[in-house]
């Protein structure tokens, strides 16, 4: 408020500046004299002026507030303007269809920034190899140093040739042919008994 006023020279239109009350911005100048000890603003009937003290606040209240635009300023390129590499993983199939896909769009839009896509049907350690999004699909546990989202549901569909259906074969040798798939125990089908 003090640098509004210094910049006005009168408190109603500092108020309006900030959209404050007369009143609120009244007091809001009022505080650092108090805190401080000493009147930063000689106030008359039509105006308001800076006292020594008051011009030498001013002077370092003015730099102060420069040096924040200037920080805030800095703090939006960076966030309106990615750059880096972006490290993305999921499965073959997911990559092939919806991350490849939107990739030229992706280098157009920011081009200071490159995708490095892991495409594989295995799910690499997201922290150990710097992995930024891991897209999954299947139940994943809480970690802590993650955040994890659901983006949308998928349905897993078991399929056989009908040959592979026909052939004869106990438990043990088909759990054996389905450890073999990417697909986790809770979504193991049931196995009629023979």
């Keep these: 408020m003090h640098v509004e006023v210094a910049q006005s020279g009168s408190i109603s239109r500092a108020a309006e500046a900030v959209d404050l009350s007369i009143s609120a911005a009244s007091r809001y100048l009022i505080l650092p004299e108090a805190r401080l000890g000493v009147p930063l603003?000689?106030?008359?009937?039509?105006?308001?002026?800076?006292?020594?003290?008051?011009?030498?606040?001013?002077?370092?209240?003015?730099?102060?507030?420069?040096?924040?635009?200037?920080?805030?300023?800095?703090?939006?390129?960076?966030?309106?303007?990615?750059?880096?590499?972006?490290?993305?993983?999921?499965?073959?199939?997911?990559?092939?269809?919806?991350?490849?896909?939107?990739?030229?769009?992706?280098?157009?839009?920011?081009?200071?920034?490159?995708?490095?896509?892991?495409?594989?049907?295995?799910?690499?350690?997201?922290?150990?190899?710097g992995v930024d999004i891991a897209i999954r699909t299947k139940v994943f546990e809480a970690d802590s140093n993650i955040t994890i989202r659901r983006l949308a549901a998928t349905r897993r569909i078991l399929a056989a040739s009908p040959s592979y259906i026909e052939k004869p074969m106990d438990r043990r040798a088909f759990r054996r042919?389905?450890?073999?798939?990417?697909?986790?125990?809770?979504?193991?089908?049931?196995?009629?008994?023979?």
């Design 41 to 129: 603003v000689r106030r008359t009937t039509r105006n308001h002026y800076l006292t020594q003290a008051g011009a030498e606040f001013h002077r370092r209240c003015k730099s102060i507030l420069a040096d924040l635009g200037e920080a805030e300023a800095i703090i939006k390129e960076a966030v309106v303007r990615a750059s880096g590499v972006l490290r993305v993983t999921a499965s073959l199939s997911f990559c092939m269809l919806h991350i490849a896909p939107m990739l030229p769009d992706f280098t157009a839009r920011y081009p200071d920034s490159t995708a490095d896509v892991i495409a594989a049907n295995r799910y690499y350690d997201i922290i150990e190899n």
């Design 177 to 194: 042919s389905w450890r073999g798939t990417n697909c986790s125990t809770t979504t193991s089908p049931t196995i009629p008994a023979n």
